[in-house]
C-alpha cells in the first residue's frame, strides 16, 4: 500500500532518507544492492559525478604516531584500512615530512553540491519537493497533517535549525561550526589527500579544500581572520609551497553530546519522528543509516540504541517540568 510521507529538510539528512523511502516503495528487489556505494547509485541514475576515491596520505606528527601505525597496520580489524608502510611513505617528498607518512585504503569524497542538485534530481522524478519555509503551525500532530493534507509519517530532518522545532526541540543537536578555505597552488600535489591538524584535498584544476576548524555551541556563519589564519597555520604543518586563498566559507554540523545521530519516534506522537545529528561524518554514515531509520518506520524493526533519541529521556522529562 502506498505511503504518504513528509520530510521537512532537504540537506544530507533529508535527502538521503527521501532516497531510501522512495526505494523501498519502487520496486526495492530490482534496486542495486545497499552494499554497492550510495554515491555511485545516485551518478548512476543522473550522469552527475559526486564520489571521488583518492588516497588519504597522514602525514604523521610524532614518532610515536608511526609506531602506532606500525602496530596497527597488521591488526585484522585496520589492515582493511591502512597501508603498510614502505621506504617511499617514509622518504615522501610532495608534503613536510618529519617522521614519515602513511596511506588510508578505500578513502573517497563526496562533492556536496553536485550531491544535492543529484539527489534532487532523482526525487523530483520518483517523489515531490516542495521549495518553501514550513510553519509549525501548519502542523497538526494530532491528526498528522501538514496545511490539512494527511501523511503516514512526518520526518523532520532540519539539522541545526531543530532547537526551533516544538516536539524535537528538546534534544541536544548542537552547533558546530566549521571555516574553509578554498585555495590554488601550481605546486601542491593534486594525487594525494594530505592530512595532518588539517586537510588538504585536491578538488581538480590546481584547487583544493582547505579545512576545517571547530567551534562549538554556536550558530552562527560569520567568517573570521581567527578561522582563516588557523587554517593557514595548519597548511604550513603540511607543506612549505605558495598558494593563493580563493574563497572562504563557514556552516555549521548538527552533532550531538555524544557523537551519534539522534533518530526515532516521538514519545507522543508517533506519526512523527525524527533523523539528525549526522554531525562531522554524515556522508559516511547518512546512507546505511537511512535504510535502517527507513525500515524502522516502514516495517518496524528496531534502531540501533546508540542513535535512539529515547537515550535523552531524562533530559526530555527536566524539561517538562520547568
Known amino acids: 500500500m502506498k505511503k504518504e510521507i513528509l520530510i521537512v529538510g532537504a540537506g544530507l539528512a533529508g535527502i538521503s ?97 553536485p550531491f544535492l542538485k543529484a539527489s534532487k534530481q532523482w526525487i523530483s522524478e520518483h517523489g515531490t519537493i516542495i521549495y518553501e519555509n514550513a510553519d509549525y503551525s501548519d502542523f497538526n500532530p494530532e491528526e498528522s497533517t501538514y496545511k490539512g493534507k494527511k501523511y503516514d509519517e512526518i520526518v523532520f530532518c532540519e539539522g541545526s535549525n531543530n532547537d526551533l522545532n516544538p516536539w524535537f526541540g528538546y534534544l541536544p543537536v548542537e552547533h558546530t561550526k566549521g571555516e574553509v578555505l578554498t585555495i590554488s597552488s601550481e605546486k601542491i600535489t593534486e594525487n594525494e589527500s594530505l592530512n595532518r591538524k588539517c586537510f588538504l584535498l585536491p578538488v581538480g584544476n590546481k584547487t583544493f579544500k582547505l579545512g576545517a576548524t571547530y567551534v562549538w555551541h554556536t550558530n552562527n556563519t560569520v567568517l573570521t581572520e581567527e578561522g582563516k589564519n588557523d587554517l593557514i597555520e595548519k597548511a604550513g604543518l603540511l607543506t612549505s609551497f605558495p598558494f593563493e586563498i580563493t574563497e572562504h566559507k563557514a556552516g555549521i554540523r548538527p552533532t550531538s553530546p555524544d557523537r551519534r545521530p539522534i533518530v526515532g519516534r516521538h514519545h507522543i506522537f508517533k506519526k512523527f519522528s525524527i533523523f539528525n545529528g549526522l554531525g562531522t561524518k554524515g556522508y559516511l554514515i547518512a546512507p546505511k543509516l537511512a535504510e535502517e531509520f527507513v525500515h524502522f518506520i516502514l516495517y518496524d524493526t528496531e534502531m540501533d540504541k546508540e542513535v535512539k533519541l529515547e537515550r535523552f529521556d531524562k533530559l526530555r522529562n527536566l524539561q517538562e517540568k520547568k
Request: no cysteine; hydrophobic share 40%; charged share 20%.
Open 17 to 113: 532518507v527521501a532516497m531510501q523511502f522512495i526505494q523501498n516503495h519502487w520496486r526495492l528487489d530490482e534496486f542495486l544492492p545497499f552494499a554497492e556505494n550510495f554515491s555511485n547509485q545516485i551518478t548512476l541514475n543522473t550522469a552527475i559525478p559526486i564520489y571521488h576515491p583518492i588516497t588519504i596520505r597522514r602525514m604523521f606528527s610524532s614518532a610515536h604516531e608511526k609506531t602506532m601505525w606500525l602496530e596497527k597496520q597488521n591488526l585484522e580489524k585496520f589492515n582493511s584500512y591502512l597501508e603498510p608502510l614502505t621506504i617511499e611513505d617514509d622518504h615522501y617528498k610532495l608534503a613536510k615530512n618529519e617522521f614519515g607518512s602513511g596511506r588510508i585504503k578505500g578513502s573517497s569524497f563526496v562533492n556536496p553540491i
